[in-house]
């Protein structure tokens, strides 16, 4: 059955709008000069040397040539953005057939500039394309600026926490710090941005916050329906500066969600003062 054309029409769009905004153009990688660009941006963006790709050329290339989703964000003939998934089953979403996005990087002179924005609008447009409803991907729960892409900008889900999803990864970026990851369930047709904060006037407990000098602190209750789970403001430096600290909040963030989500949390949305926060069923 064809999807409606409302709305593939309106995330076409809506995708149209964001690469204007963001002066790119975002289009599929066929040639293997633009993979070979897409893998040496990626190797700038993890920070890794040659032999050590996130995605090599030639994965890109049979990606690419089996169906699979492989997209460029280009400013002129520079890329600044690249993002790739493929075809899954619904083993870990329940959702049918759908698009794992595997991997998505922006380089960093584009950062800030909406680019990751913009491939993320055509992937679901692409998806929505081929009657494909539901895009998964993961994401490291510690990076509150990724955190707020995915569930406030995007208006995604994140119904899942993975211990070490990748075991131990060697790459500039992730490597000594561990690969937990959140599952991100996000519905391109479904798309709102959450533009307000998720905490309205409702008392929100502080299952996880921290002291002043950044350190995380435990403080759950087990008696409340509207909880928060904190995150360091700046978890890049914390890694830099203050390694102990970085892996304090590593596993604070992996016991507080774990249970959360056991204890039949939803993550409803994320706030910059709050972090995550998180809601019992049935409850407005």
């Known amino acids: 059955m064809a999807m409606s054309r409302s709305p593939l029409l309106a995330a076409e769009a809506q995708a149209a709008k964001a690469a204007r905004r963001s002066d790119v153009d975002v289009r599929e990688l066929t040639l293997d000069s633009e993979f070979r660009a897409a893998e040496q941006l990626l190797c700038d963006i993890w920070s890794v040397g040659p032999g050590q790709s996130p995605l090599a050329r030639e994965v890109l290339r049979v990606l690419s040539f089996s169906g699979a989703y492989a ?36 380089a960093r002179e584009a950062q800030g500039s909406h680019v990751g924005f913009a491939l993320k609008l055509h992937q679901g447009a692409w998806a929505l394309r081929r009657n494909i409803d539901l895009i998964s991907w993961t994401f490291d729960p510690l990076v509150s600026r990724n955190a707020h892409f995915n569930i406030q900008k995007l208006g995604a889900t994140a119904p899942r926490y993975y211990v070490d999803f990748y075991g131990e990864m060697s790459d500039g970026v992730n490597s000594g710090w561990g690969s937990d990851r959140l599952l991100i369930e996000w519905r391109p047709a479904e798309h709102r941005a959450n533009a307000s904060s998720p905490v309205g006037e409702e008392p929100v407990e502080a299952v996880l916050d921290h002291d002043a000098d950044q350190i995380p602190l435990l403080r759950w209750s087990g008696n409340s329906k509207l909880i928060a789970c904190r995150l360091p403001e700046n978890i890049d430096a914390l890694r830099q500066d203050r390694p102990d600290v970085a892996i304090a909040w590593r596993h604070a963030v992996r016991k507080t969600l774990q249970r959360a989500l056991k204890e039949d949390f939803w993550i409803s949305g994320f706030d910059r003062r709050f972090g995550y926060i998180l809601r019992r069923p049935h409850t407005s």
């Open 71 to 106: 997209a460029g964000a280009y400013r002129g003939e520079k890329l600044l953005g690249v993002a790739v998934g493929l075809l899954a089953d619904d083993r870990h979403t329940g959702g049918g057939v759908h698009l794992h996005s595997h991997i998505t990087g922006v």
